[in-house]
């Protein structure tokens, strides 16, 4: 059983950054993937960006790309999603996943506004 505890949401103006946190406890072994995605009110949750637990391969959505940065760190079992020049759109509901084969856990979410 892996629980996924996300922080550092909230209010940030246009242009700005953030960073999440995603606290995983529990094991997390080399055959899982992390992700980042995100609902925003009214549109269906999509993919942000992903990391290989093992090897730290990445891919981003197109709209993230060249603005945002998925990280993990083993000592802290935790998994990093750095927000630059963000953007009103990036505003949403930010949830971490992790899922291999036969599982697939997500956390409580966290709230980003980018708002002036």
């Known amino acids: 059983q892996v629980q996924l505890v996300e922080s550092g949401g909230g209010l940030v103006q246009p242009g700005g950054s953030l960073r999440l946190s995603c606290a995983a406890s529990g094991s997390i072994s080399s055959r899982y993937v992390m992700a980042w995605y995100r609902q925003a009110p009214g549109k269906e949750r999509e993919f942000v960006a992903h990391i290989s637990w093992s090897g730290g391969s990445t891919n981003y959505a197109d709209s993230v790309k060249g603005r945002f940065i998925i990280s993990r760190d083993y000592a802290k079992n935790t998994v990093y999603l750095q927000m630059n020049s963000l953007k009103p759109e990036d505003t949403a509901v930010y949830y971490c996943?992790?899922?291999?084969?036969?599982?697939?856990?997500w956390g409580q979410g966290t709230q980003v506004t980018v708002s002036s």
């Open positions: 996943n992790a899922r291999a084969i036969m599982y697939n856990y």
